[in-house]
């Protein structure tokens, strides 16, 4: 079984600064890892994955996120935020032995300051 | 990109009625599509997993008399929520595996569905 964890509830951060919210997993297979964005009221839509191969994966509105496999972390980072950043995140993992079922975290609430 | 659409996103009905909720596939052929449920500020519960022409797959403490799912066909999937009560007001959210042969367990999400029972 697997299982995800998210530490940060919620991270204010100023416009323009760098955040990182962080992302712990667990699992005894190997896994496929997953950040999605929920903007209010609305579905969640992908923001970058790690299948294999590079450990630093570029995903869409300048997030990237480093694999981990010794520390078992999965973190999300952005260099600059904007306002519009503010949204809810999720970490994800999917195990790949066959079902493909998707474990998430309890999310982090980003808020960007002005 | 793989676009999945959900429909209503807003429905409110009396309680001991019942309400659909329907999840398109629009461009590609969704064999396998999963049922969330998010209460409010948590995270997505997952449900069931429907699976096209055969019964869906619930989760422990899921009532599959209550949360009926259908996938007749590659392209739909619906739940629907029978003898609604008021505690099954929430936000619903439908996915759909990524399509293309190679399973890797990548999501794409409907705009969810948010019930209302008075």
């Known amino acids: 079984a697997q299982s995800v964890t998210q530490l940060d509830s919620q991270v204010p951060v100023f416009e323009e600064a760098p955040v990182e919210l962080r992302c712990n997993y667990s699992?005894?297979?190997?896994?496929?890892l997953f950040w999605y964005v929920q903007y209010p009221n609305q579905g969640l839509q992908l923001l970058l994955k790690?299948?294999?191969?590079?450990?630093l994966v570029k995903g869409i509105n300048g997030f990237e996120a480093e694999f981990n496999k010794s520390q078992t972390s999965f973190h999300l980072r952005k260099p600059s935020v904007h306002i519009s950043d503010t949204a809810e995140y999720f970490c994800?993992?999917?195990?790949?032995?066959?079902?493909?079922?998707?474990?998430f975290g309890t999310g982090t609430r980003l808020k960007v300051l002005a | 990109g793989a676009v999945v659409s959900q429909h209503p996103s807003r429905v409110i009905c009396k309680s001991g009625t019942s309400v659909k909720i329907e999840c398109r596939s629009l461009?590609?052929?969704?064999?396998?599509m999963f049922w969330y449920r998010q209460f409010p500020k948590q995270s997505l519960m997952l449900m069931a997993t429907s699976n096209e022409g055969s019964k869906a797959t619930y989760e422990q403490g899921v009532e599959k008399d209550k949360f009926l799912i259908n996938h007749a066909s590659l392209t739909l999937s619906t739940l629907t929520v029978t003898s609604a009560h008021p505690e099954d007001s929430s936000f619903y959210i439908c996915s759909a595996s990524s399509p293309g042969g190679v399973n890797t367990g990548e999501l794409f999400f409907g705009e969810g569905s948010r019930l209302t029972v008075l």
């Open positions: 699992s005894s297979v190997s896994v496929y």
């Open positions: 461009d590609f052929q969704a064999t396998t």
């Open positions: 790690y299948l294999s191969g590079s450990t």
């Open positions: 994800a993992v999917s195990d790949n032995s066959g079902t493909y079922k998707s474990i």
